[in-house]
């Protein structure tokens, strides 16, 4: 299972022996908890429960302590569930960290988006507006027609109109590890990821390699 949580630090640049520079994404993955394994005989699928990030007691209800007291495990914060075919190479408690991953290997990254608030459609869908000329100077990033008058007589349902924008749960396909610092905790990824900094971040083995 190569797969982790963390949270986003932000974007920086790293340059190689050639002087060639990559902007990157500094992430602070791990380490993580094993805090319950899931069986097709209990749970009808097969997969790991990972916590992260450490928090104070005061944090976390009864229920949720209580969990993680059983297989003693620190205080986490964020739970998150990976799907694995061998279940014997986890033990409830083991920890994780980023020295599962090398330098190279091809990775997706799901995060939430930063949220833009109500957006109109050219902002939000990218429409092109209509044309300022013929009396028409505030058409300019209207949405134009939503549909046609007396059939079908309504508007369809999944219409791109103005709307809350971003907020959203993204995954980046295919993005490379440039560096793994398990001293510090630290994956750099080549480009861009979503979320603004200090959001959790999912970082997972390529399913499209």
Known sequence: MKSIIGKKVGMTQIFDENGTVTPVTLIEAGPCYVTQKKTVENDGYQAVQVGFQEVSEKRLTKPQLGHLQKVNAPKLKHLRE??????????????????????GDIVDVTGTSKGKGFAGSVKRHHFKGGPKTHGQSDRWRAPGSVGAG??????????????????????IQNLK???????????????????????????RKAVKR
């Open 82 to 103: 990976f799907r694995v075919d061998d279940l014997s190479a986890y033990e409830e408690g083991q920890k994780i960290d980023v020295s599962i991953f090398e330098v």
């Open 150 to 171: 007396s059939t079908p007589g309504r508007v369809f349902k999944g219409t791109r109109m103005a709307g809350r924008m971003g907020n959203e749960q993204v995954t």
């Open 177 to 203: 590890v440039t560096l793994v610092d398990a001293d510090k905790n630290l994956l750099a990824i080549k480009g861009a990821v979503p979320g603004s900094k200090s959001g959790l971040i999912i970082i």
